[in-house]
């Protein structure tokens, strides 16, 4: 079993900032790609961002230039630093990954930005 730990959502004002992590443990023999999802309130989940093994990254178009992902190998850590939030980025952020073809989810942390 994997198991994700997620930290640092809360409440900012719009222009704010916050650093999200996610820890990931348990039956991890090979670090793959690791991502943030998000759902606001009545939609779907959406990609955020993703970081493969080597660091490459890709974001969403409503977050590039924004947003930015990192990740800690040695700590199986996955981070997600959001600069100037706005308010349409207020959502539930979940981290993801893969091990041995599973798919595994963090719990969610809210993040609201106030206009």
């Known amino acids: 079993q994997v198991q994700l730990v997620e930290s640092g959502g809360g409440l900012v004002q719009a222009g704010g900032s916050l650093r999200l992590s996610c820890a990931a443990s348990?039956?991890?023999?090979?670090?793959?790609?690791m991502g943030w999802y998000r759902q606001a309130p009545g939609k779907q989940r959406e990609s955020v961002a993703v970081i493969s093994s080597g660091g490459s990254t890709n974001y969403a178009d409503s977050v590039k230039g924004r947003f930015t992902i990192s990740r800690d190998n040695a700590k199986n850590t996955v981070y997600l630093q959001m600069d100037s939030l706005k308010p349409e980025d207020t959502a539930v952020y979940y981290c993801?990954?893969?091990?041995?073809?599973?798919?595994?989810w963090g719990q969610g942390t809210q993040v609201t930005v106030s206009s």
């Open positions: 348990g039956s991890i023999f090979s670090i793959n790609a």
């Open positions: 993801t990954t893969v091990v041995v073809g599973r798919r595994y």
